[in-house]
């Protein structure tokens, strides 16, 4: 069985300070990983994904993620951030075979402070 | 806009009572996913059809069934209703299964938030 744990439930950061959400997996199997964003009253979009290849994955508003193997971690990071992304941010592990069935973590909430 | 709507928004119904919840896919996906998202629970994955056809299961209820139609949208029937049930669900498509080498994005809808008093 797969599981996702993101250890930060709120994250205070003022405006154009750096930011990382920490996230970890468990899985026996290889997998891939996800960001998700959820604005409020939103449903969650995908920010970023890595399924192989490069283990930094990038998306296009200035968030990036880095797979980690070794230490089963997926943590998201951004050097400055904005007001609009005050969010609540989701992690996610699907194994990289089989069905899409995804696990998501239990979410942290970024709160961006003027 | 991701493609995918669900409806209604806001249901407000009691507990014991039967409810239905409506998903349409983005045009072209194939597959259909339910989630269930609470405040003690988070977001918990419930169930998948691909192209009609149930493809994965996760912590679904019994009380809780699902179906997908000959056109691609998706049904979530709620029964027995009780206050733990209360939660936003949301709807997501995809244009295929994953497997083998590649998976592909799950696309969310913008949820129905279902309060049971």
């Known amino acids: 069985a797969q599981s996702v744990t993101q250890l930060d439930s709120q994250v205070p950061v003022f405006e154009e300070a750096p930011v990382e959400l920490r996230c970890n997996y468990s899985?026996?199997?290889?997998?891939?990983l996800f960001w998700y964003v959820q604005y409020p009253n939103q449903g969650l979009q995908l920010l970023l994904k890595?399924?192989?290849?490069?283990?930094l994955v990038e998306s296009i508003n200035g968030f990036e993620a880095e797979f980690n193997k070794s230490q089963t971690s997926f943590h998201l990071r951004k050097p400055s951030v904005h007001i609009s992304d005050t969010a609540e941010y989701f992690c996610?592990?699907?194994?990289?075979?089989?069905?899409?069935?995804?696990?998501f973590g239990t979410g942290t909430k970024l709160q961006v402070i003027p | 806009d991701s493609g995918v709507t669900q409806t209604p928004k806001h249901l407000i119904t009691a507990t014991g009572q039967r409810v239905t919840l409506r998903c349409s896919p983005r045009?072209?996906?194939?597959?259909v996913y339910w989630y269930q998202q609470s405040l003690d629970q988070g977001l918990q994955f419930l169930i998948q059809?691909?192209?009609?056809?149930?493809?994965a299961k996760g912590n679904i209820l019994e009380r809780f069934s699902a179906q997908q139609f000959p056109d691609l949208h998706s049904e979530l029937n709620l029964s027995s209703l009780e206050l733990g049930d209360s939660a936003l669900y949301f709807c997501?498509?995809?244009?295929?299964?994953?497997?083998?080498?590649?998976?592909?994005?799950?696309?969310f809808g913008p949820g129905t938030r279902l309060t049971v008093l």
């Open positions: 997501a498509s995809s244009s295929g299964l994953a497997g083998g080498t590649s998976t592909d994005t799950q696309y």
């Open positions: 899985s026996s199997v290889s997998v891939y």
């Open positions: 890595y399924l192989s290849g490069s283990t």
């Open positions: 996610a592990v699907s194994n990289s075979g089989g069905y899409q069935k995804v696990t």
């Open positions: 045009s072209g996906d194939l597959s």
């Open positions: 059809y691909y192209n009609g056809e149930e493809r």
